[in-house]
Structures are given as structure tokens and as C-alpha cells.
């Protein structure tokens, strides 16, 4: 008989994108993430190249009609983009602007513009639901801290840093490797 498998035993691994320079995108990751490049070559006669970053694999195919999204300057909700989670944003940041990171929005950025509100005043996020057993008060109380910043990649990939408190009983993100510790960041 066959073990059973749930949803649940299925893991997040692999994000296929076109890009217009296959070796750009390498760069990027290689030289900022330490991602490594685990395959190289064509696919469906398109070059491609798979690198394993933060536990999963990014595939890369140039595309001669891809047309990159808009841009630093000219997009401002970042609402496509890939999220990775940081153990401290702080290092993060500094390690990754050291290896020529250019960043759009820093957790500074986001504070300063939740205090400016967005059109006619409102706030710029507004939580009509939270999951149990998290609870507003608890997120006043500073019990979850979730802070983000924004950098963009080659083709206006935007690539965004979480940096995540949630107490022990709210289980929703992933916890780091055991061995990822802040102060040990490559740099």
C-alpha cells in the first residue's frame, strides 16, 4: 500500500522566469546571494540556467520577447516580486548594499510613509482578518514584528527581504536554518 501524502508534505522549490541575459541573472544572485548555479545550457532551444538561492531553485530563460516590468521610478507597489526571509534586516541590508544591492524601500522608507498615510489620509495597510492564535493586541504588544525592504534585481525583478518575528505559538513562516545566525552573514 502506498504511504499517504498530504498538501501539507509538499515544499515550495522552484520559480521559472524569462529574463533578456541568463548570465546577468547568474551574476546577480551569485555575487549578492552566494547562490549556486546548479545547471546551465538550452531548453527548448531558450538558454537557461537553474541556481539553487535560500532553498530554492530560480530558473532563468532568455526570452527574446520578454519585456521587463517597469522599474526603480516607475513602480511603486512592488506587487510581483520574490520575497526571502533574513534573519536580521539590518546586516542584511548592509551586507547586500556592500555587495552593490540597490535597494528602492527600506523598513525606514515604510515606516516614514505609514506615517504619511496614503490617499485622502487613509492607511497604507489595513488587516480586517488575523488568523488564531495571533491577535491585534498581541501585534500591539509587539508579540509579531514583520519588516520588509525592497531591492531590484536584473529585468526589474524586485526582491524582497523579510525579517520576521512571530512568537512560538504562530507557526505561519518557515523558521531559518539553525545555523543562520545574524552576526554570521557572508559578507
Known sequence: MAAEVKCTDAHFIEVSMPC??????EAFWVDLFDAKV?????????RFSR?????????????????????????FEFRRHLGL?????DVAIQVLRDRGAHFVLTPDDVRRLQSLGGEEGQ???????????LTAARIARGEFKHEVAILVAPDN??????EIRQPSDV??????????????CPS
Open 20 to 25: 533578456t541575459d541568463v548570465e546577468l541573472q
Open 38 to 46: 546548479i545547471f546551465r545550457g538550452r531548453m527548448n532551444g531558450q
Open 51 to 75: 541556481i539553487i538561492v535560500a532553498g530554492v531553485s530560480l530558473v532563468f530563460r532568455e526570452d527574446a520577447d520578454f519585456q521587463p516590468p517597469p522599474g526603480p521610478e516607475q513602480e
Open 85 to 89: 526571509r533574513v534573519p536580521d534586516m
Open 123 to 133: 492607511p497604507l495597510l489595513e488587516v480586517d482578518y488575523i488568523a488564531s492564535p
Open 157 to 162: 525583478v524586485w526582491v524582497e527581504l523579510n
Open 171 to 184: 507557526r505561519w513562516y518557515s523558521s531559518l536554518p539553525p545555523d543562520w545566525v545574524a552576526s554570521e
